[in-house]
């Protein structure tokens, strides 16, 4: 008898203990929910941290109907040609850019940022002979002015005239360019002449100067 009652003791304490653990996990699990609600701190931080990239492409979009707006009333307004696009330039679209710069050519064709946007655009596009058109333009009036003048050695090497893109991008290390771009023609001067590039250079490309 002692036996049968002690057996059923047992028995009832580990329905108690089963009960109590479910207790235990099921309150965890809601803790647990609760803390990976919308509410919490980790859904705020996401919407935080994707926050600001949205404002930024507002500010943007805000920026471009201001100007685009400014040209319709005043369609002599170079500054305001050159900033909307410098803003295409630097957002990749590119015909938009191309549009806006043609343009404001047509108003200041001496225009050394004009110019050397225009031929950065067609290069960038695949354009190569109306970007060197571009860039020759400003060595015209100013032979010293380094980016164009690296461009015009990007287009030689685009169009395999190894030879006039020597002379270019040696002229450019003659005008003591920024060291970073200095960096880069030492690497297409090797390149071009079939040694191993410096160790530590970067890779140029058309990105490298405006």
Partial sequence: MKNRDTNLIKKEIAIVVTIVALVIGFLGGVFYSALKSPSGTSQNAGTQSTGQPSQNVQQQANRI???????????????????????????????????????AEQLAPANFHILNDLGTLYLRTGRLETALEKFEAVLKIDPSHIHSLYYVGLVHRETGNADKALQAFEEVLGLNPDPQLADAIRQEIATLKDQPPPSGFPGSDFNQAK
């Fill in 65 to 103: 109907l201001a100007l685009e707006q400014e040209i319709a009333a005043n369609p002599d307004n170079v500054n305001a040609l050159i900033e909307l696009g410098d803003i295409y330039l630097d957002s990749n679209r590119y015909e938009n850019a191309i549009s806006i710069f043609v343009k």
